[in-house]
C-alpha cells in the first residue's frame, strides 16, 4: 500500500512539474489532425513552446519537491485556470453536407456529416452550459441546397437567442455561404476575399431542335396545362403557363433569399437587393456596408475569437462528434471481431426517421447517371414496415426531397405509409427538404401534418406520359425493323411508330385516370384544409409560404420541428425518446453474419446497387465535365425516360433548381 502511494505521489509531482507536458501536445496534435491547420496553428505552437526544454546552470537547478500542500494548491490554481478559459466548439464545413446518411457504416451510430447531424451538434453546443462560443468555417467544397443553409442559418439563430456568440468564416462567401453566415453574430471574410450573391435564375433546357436533328419524336400527352413535362422534348422554348410558373418561382426565391439576409442583419431590404445587383462586392465595402463583421484570415482566429469573448479560449475541435473506437491491429482476431461488433438495438421508445431522396421509381430505386440514388417502392415499403412493426416506435418522420417519378411506384409507398398510420395507428410526420413536387407531392399528402422548408418548392399536381419514336433515327442510320404483332394494341408502346388516335385517345384516358386519383389522395387528408383542389393542382407550383396558404402543407419548419410534433402527437417528453434512421446503415456485422431482423431482408453481399463497370467509366468522366445544374437535369430527363419506358405515365415536376 505504501509503495502505491509513493508512485500516486510521483505522478502527482510529475503533472506539476510538467503542467504543459502530454495535455496539451494530445490535444494540439488532436485538433491539428481533425481541423485546418491555421485555426489551431496557434494553439499547437503554444503547445510545443510549452513542452521545449530550458537549460539552465546545474546550480540552479532546486532539486527540493514540493510539499503535499503545495502540490494541492498547484493542482487548484491549474483546475481555476482551465476553468476560466472560455470554451469554443468548432465545427469544420470542408465537405459536402448530405440529406441521408450513408447506406453504410463501419460500427453503425449516427452520421454527422448529415444535415441533420450537424443541427444536433449545434444543439447541443446551445444547450451546453460550458460551451460560450461557437466557431463555423465554410470550405470551397461544400455544397448544399439553399434549404438546408437556411435550416444551418435557423440553429445559429437559435444559438444567438440563447446568448452564445457564433462565429463563421469564409475565404469568399456565395449565396449559400451567405445564407448560413447570416444567422451568425459574427461573419468573418479573408481581407482579400469577396461576397457574390448574383440572384436567382431558373434555367429549363428544351431538347426538341436535337431530337429533330436525329430523327427522334417525342410523342407526350400531359394532364394539367401548368404541368410543363413534357416541354423539355415538344418544344424549343416554354409554353406561357410554364413561363408564368418558373417566373414566379424566381420571384419568391429571390424574396426568400433578401427577406433571409434583411432580417438576420438588420439590413434594409433595398440594401440586400442593391448588393445583389452589384453581384460582387470586395471585403472592405462588404464590411463597410454592414453585410460582413470582420476581415481576417484563418491564423487571425484564435486571437478574434479571445478579444470578441474576453477571455482565453479553448478550442474544442470536432465538437460532438462521437468518438470513434481504438481498434486492435495487434491481433487479427481481435481485429475481426471489432470489426463484427453491431451496436445492441436499443430499446428506449423512438421516432423512425425516413428518407425519400430522389427520383421515384418501382423496385429499390435506380442509381442515377452520377451514382446518386432514388426512391424505390419496395425499399420505402419495407422500411415503413418495419417501422409499423417495431413496437418501440412511436412515430414516424418523413423527410422528402424529390421532383417525383413513377406514378405507380408513387401510389404504392402512399398505400404503405397510410398504413403506417391508419392500421399501425403511429402519427406520420412529414417534413418537406427542397422539393416535394408532383409524385414527391403525392408521398408527402400521405402525412398526417406537413412540414415544409420555406423555400421548398412544393405541388406540380399533373401528370405526363407518352414514349419516344425513333423511326426517322432508324431511317438515318440505315437500321430497318418489322413488327409482328397479335392483339389490337401490341404495337402501343412501339418506337416504331407514333400512337395512332385510338391509342392516344386511350393514353389520355389512363393519365386522366391517375390525375383523379392524385387529386382524390390529395383531399383524403387534405380535406378541410385545401379549400379549392383546382386551384392549387394542374400542374401549378409554389414556394412553401404560398403552400401554407393554399393548404398543400401545414406549417413552416425543418426536420427538427417535424420531429418534435411526431414526439408531442406520441406523448413521448423531450429527451425521453430516440430518433431512428429506418432503414439504418449497414455494417459489417450485416455482411459477415447478415440481418438478425426475421422482417427484414437477410443479405451477405456488400451494400452497393452495382459494380464499376468499365464501360461506364468514359461516360460518367465525360458527363462530370458539364455544370453540376447541367449534370442534375440531364439525369433527371434520362430517368424519366426509363420511368416511361416501363409504364407510360409519370409524375414529374420539369425543372432543376439550383442556386449558387
Given at each position: 500500500?505504501?509503495?502505491?502511494?509513493?508512485?500516486?505521489?510521483?505522478?502527482?509531482?510529475?503533472?506539476?512539474?510538467d503542467?504543459?507536458?502530454?495535455?496539451?501536445?494530445?490535444?494540439?496534435?488532436?485538433?491539428?489532425?481533425?481541423?485546418?491547420?491555421?485555426v489551431?496553428?496557434?494553439?499547437?505552437s503554444?503547445?510545443?513552446?510549452?513542452?521545449q526544454?530550458?537549460?539552465?546552470?546545474?546550480?540552479?537547478?532546486?532539486t527540493?519537491?514540493?510539499?503535499?500542500?503545495?502540490?494541492?494548491a498547484?493542482?487548484?490554481?491549474?483546475?481555476?485556470?482551465?476553468?476560466?478559459r472560455?470554451?469554443?466548439?468548432?465545427?469544420?464545413?470542408a465537405?459536402?453536407?448530405?440529406e441521408?446518411?450513408?447506406?453504410f457504416?463501419?460500427?453503425?451510430?449516427?452520421?454527422?456529416?448529415?444535415?441533420?447531424?450537424?443541427?444536433?451538434?449545434?444543439?447541443?453546443?446551445?444547450?451546453?452550459?460550458?460551451?460560450?462560443g461557437?466557431?463555423?468555417t465554410?470550405?470551397?467544397?461544400?455544397q448544399?441546397?439553399?434549404?438546408?443553409?437556411?435550416?444551418?442559418?435557423?440553429?445559429?439563430?437559435?444559438?444567438?437567442?440563447?446568448?452564445?456568440?457564433t462565429?463563421?468564416?469564409?475565404?469568399?462567401?456565395?449565396?449559400?455561404?451567405?445564407?448560413?453566415?447570416?444567422?451568425?453574430?459574427?461573419?468573418?471574410?479573408?481581407e482579400?476575399?469577396?461576397?457574390?450573391?448574383?440572384?436567382?435564375?431558373?434555367?429549363?433546357?428544351?431538347?426538341?431542335?436535337?431530337?429533330?436533328?436525329?430523327?427522334?419524336?417525342?410523342?407526350?400527352?400531359?394532364?394539367?396545362?401548368?404541368?410543363?413535362?413534357?416541354?423539355?422534348?415538344t418544344?424549343?422554348?416554354?409554353?406561357?403557363?410554364l413561363?408564368?410558373?418558373?417566373?414566379?418561382?424566381?420571384?419568391?426565391?429571390?424574396?426568400?433569399?433578401v427577406?433571409?439576409?434583411?432580417l438576420s442583419?438588420?439590413?434594409?431590404a433595398s440594401?440586400?437587393?442593391?448588393?445583389?445587383?452589384?453581384?460582387m462586392?470586395?471585403?472592405?465595402?462588404?464590411q463597410?456596408?454592414?453585410?460582413?463583421?470582420?476581415?481576417?484570415?484563418?491564423?487571425?482566429?484564435?486571437?478574434?475569437?479571445?478579444?470578441?469573448l474576453?477571455?482565453?479560449?479553448?478550442?474544442?475541435?470536432n465538437?460532438?462528434?462521437p468518438?470513434?473506437?481504438?481498434?486492435?491491429?495487434s491481433?487479427?482476431l481481435?481485429?475481426?471481431?471489432q470489426?463484427?461488433?453491431?451496436?445492441?438495438?436499443?430499446?428506449?421508445?423512438?421516432?423512425?426517421?425516413?428518407?425519400?431522396?430522389?427520383l421515384?421509381?418501382?423496385?429499390?430505386?435506380?442509381?442515377?447517371?452520377?451514382?446518386?440514388?432514388?426512391?424505390?417502392?419496395?425499399s420505402?415499403?419495407?422500411?415503413?414496415?418495419?417501422?409499423?412493426?417495431?413496437?418501440?416506435?412511436?412515430?414516424?418522420?418523413?423527410?422528402?426531397?424529390?421532383?417525383?417519378?413513377?406514378?405507380?411506384?408513387?401510389?404504392?409507398?402512399?398505400?404503405?405509409?397510410?398504413?403506417?398510420?391508419?392500421?399501425?395507428?403511429?402519427?406520420?410526420?412529414?417534413s418537406?427538404?427542397?422539393?416535394?413536387?408532383?409524385?414527391?407531392?403525392?408521398?408527402?399528402?400521405?402525412?398526417?401534418?406537413?412540414?415544409?422548408?420555406?423555400?421548398?418548392?412544393?405541388g406540380?399536381?399533373?401528370?405526363?406520359?407518352?414514349?419516344?419514336v425513333?423511326r426517322?433515327?432508324?431511317?438515318?442510320?440505315?437500321?430497318?425493323?418489322?413488327s409482328?404483332?397479335?392483339?389490337?394494341?401490341?404495337?402501343?408502346?412501339?418506337?416504331?411508330?407514333?400512337?395512332?388516335?385510338?391509342?392516344?385517345?386511350?393514353?389520355?384516358?389512363?393519365?386522366?385516370?391517375?390525375y383523379?386519383?392524385?387529386?382524390?389522395?390529395?383531399?383524403?387528408?387534405?380535406?378541410?384544409?385545401?379549400?379549392?383542389?383546382?386551384?392549387?393542382?394542374?400542374?401549378?407550383?409554389?414556394?412553401?409560404?404560398?403552400?401554407?396558404?393554399l393548404?398543400?402543407i401545414?406549417?413552416?419548419?425543418?426536420?427538427?420541428?417535424?420531429?418534435a410534433?411526431?414526439?408531442?402527437?406520441?406523448?413521448?417528453?423531450?429527451?425521453?425518446?430516440?430518433v431512428?434512421?429506418?432503414?439504418?446503415?449497414?455494417?459489417?456485422a450485416?455482411i459477415?453474419g447478415?440481418?438478425?431482423?426475421?422482417?427484414?431482408?437477410?443479405?451477405?453481399?456488400?451494400?452497393?446497387?452495382?459494380?464499376?463497370?468499365?464501360?461506364?467509366?468514359w461516360r460518367?468522366?465525360?458527363?462530370?465535365?458539364?455544370?453540376?445544374?447541367?449534370?442534375?437535369?440531364?439525369?433527371?430527363?434520362?430517368?424519366?425516360?426509363?420511368?416511361?419506358?416501363?409504364?407510360?405515365?409519370?409524375?414529374?415536376?420539369?425543372?432543376?433548381v439550383?442556386?449558387?
Amino acid at each position: 500500500m505504501n509503495l502505491m502511494r509513493c508512485f500516486a505521489f510521483m505522478l502527482l509531482v510529475g503533472s506539476v512539474l510538467d503542467p504543459a507536458g502530454a495535455e496539451p501536445t494530445t490535444r494540439a496534435s488532436t485538433a491539428a489532425a481533425t481541423a485546418p491547420s491555421a485555426v489551431v496553428a496557434q494553439a499547437t505552437s503554444k503547445a510545443a513552446a510549452a513542452t521545449q526544454p530550458t537549460t539552465a546552470p546545474t546550480s540552479q537547478i532546486s532539486t527540493k519537491l514540493p510539499t503535499p500542500a503545495e502540490l494541492v494548491a498547484k493542482l487548484k490554481q491549474m483546475r481555476q485556470q482551465k476553468a476560466a478559459r472560455s470554451k469554443v466548439a468548432y465545427i469544420d464545413l470542408a465537405r459536402p453536407v448530405t440529406e441521408k446518411p450513408a447506406d453504410f457504416s463501419l460500427f453503425g451510430g449516427a452520421d454527422r456529416s448529415t444535415l441533420r447531424g450537424i443541427v444536433e451538434r449545434l444543439q447541443r453546443a446551445r444547450d451546453d452550459k460550458d460551451v460560450r462560443g461557437v466557431l463555423l468555417t465554410l470550405g470551397p467544397e461544400m455544397q448544399m441546397n439553399l434549404a438546408q443553409a437556411q435550416e444551418l442559418r435557423d440553429a445559429l439563430l437559435e444559438l444567438r437567442r440563447a446568448g452564445k456568440k457564433t462565429f463563421v468564416y469564409a475565404d469568399s462567401y456565395d449565396t449559400i455561404g451567405y445564407t448560413i453566415a447570416s444567422g451568425a453574430t459574427n461573419i468573418c471574410l479573408l481581407e482579400g476575399g469577396q461576397l457574390m450573391i448574383p440572384g436567382v435564375g431558373l434555367e429549363a433546357t428544351f431538347f426538341k431542335g436535337t431530337l429533330d436533328k436525329i430523327g427522334v419524336m417525342a410523342d407526350y400527352v400531359q394532364i394539367g396545362e401548368y404541368k410543363g413535362a413534357e416541354e423539355p422534348f415538344t418544344r424549343t422554348s416554354p409554353s406561357e403557363e410554364l413561363r408564368g410558373e418558373l417566373s414566379r418561382i424566381a420571384e419568391s426565391l429571390f424574396a426568400e433569399i433578401v427577406d433571409g439576409i434583411s432580417l438576420s442583419r438588420n439590413l434594409s431590404a433595398s440594401a440586400v437587393r442593391q448588393m445583389i445587383d452589384e453581384t460582387m462586392l470586395i471585403a472592405s465595402v462588404a464590411q463597410q456596408r454592414g453585410f460582413v463583421d470582420h476581415l481576417v484570415d484563418q491564423d487571425g482566429l484564435r486571437d478574434l475569437l479571445k478579444d470578441e469573448l474576453g477571455n482565453e479560449i479553448e478550442l474544442l475541435p470536432n465538437y460532438g462528434q462521437p468518438q470513434k473506437p481504438q481498434l486492435d491491429f495487434s491481433n487479427p482476431l481481435i481485429l475481426l471481431a471489432q470489426l463484427s461488433r453491431k451496436p445492441p438495438p436499443g430499446d428506449r421508445p423512438a421516432i423512425a426517421l425516413i428518407y425519400a431522396e430522389g427520383l421515384i421509381s418501382e423496385g429499390d430505386g435506380e442509381a442515377d447517371l452520377f451514382g446518386g440514388g432514388g426512391v424505390g417502392s419496395e425499399s420505402m415499403r419495407k422500411a415503413l414496415r418495419m417501422a409499423a412493426r417495431d413496437s418501440n416506435i412511436k412515430a414516424v418522420v418523413l423527410r422528402i426531397d424529390s421532383p417525383g417519378g413513377s406514378a405507380l411506384a408513387s401510389e404504392v409507398i402512399w398505400q404503405a405509409i397510410r398504413h403506417v398510420s391508419q392500421d399501425a395507428r403511429k402519427p406520420v410526420i412529414v417534413s418537406i427538404g427542397s422539393m416535394a413536387a408532383s409524385g414527391g407531392y403525392y408521398l408527402a399528402c400521405a402525412g398526417d401534418y406537413i412540414f415544409a422548408d420555406r423555400c421548398a418548392i412544393v405541388g406540380s399536381i399533373g401528370v405526363v406520359g407518352g414514349k419516344f419514336v425513333l423511326r426517322g433515327l432508324y431511317d438515318k442510320i440505315g437500321l430497318s425493323s418489322e413488327s409482328f404483332n397479335q392483339g389490337r394494341n401490341a404495337d402501343l408502346f412501339s418506337s416504331n411508330q407514333a400512337f395512332n388516335e385510338r391509342q392516344r385517345r386511350m393514353i389520355r384516358t389512363w393519365m386522366q385516370q391517375t390525375y383523379d386519383q392524385f387529386t382524390q389522395r390529395v383531399m383524403t387528408t387534405r380535406q378541410g384544409k385545401i379549400r379549392d383542389i383546382d386551384k392549387v393542382a394542374r400542374g401549378r407550383i409554389f414556394l412553401a409560404s404560398q403552400a401554407r396558404e393554399l393548404g398543400l402543407i401545414d406549417e413552416l419548419g425543418g426536420c427538427e420541428a417535424a420531429i418534435a410534433r411526431a414526439a408531442e402527437w406520441a406523448e413521448l417528453e423531450p429527451g425521453s425518446y430516440d430518433v431512428r434512421v429506418v432503414p439504418p446503415p449497414k455494417t459489417l456485422a450485416d455482411i459477415f453474419g447478415g440481418a438478425d431482423d426475421p422482417q427484414v431482408e437477410a443479405e451477405s453481399m456488400l451494400p452497393f446497387t452495382a459494380p464499376l463497370r468499365p464501360e461506364g467509366l468514359w461516360r460518367q468522366s465525360l458527363l462530370l465535365t458539364l455544370p453540376p445544374s447541367a449534370r442534375r437535369q440531364l439525369a433527371q430527363q434520362v430517368q424519366l425516360m426509363q420511368i416511361l419506358e416501363r409504364r407510360p405515365i409519370a409524375l414529374v415536376a420539369p425543372f432543376v433548381v439550383s442556386v449558387k
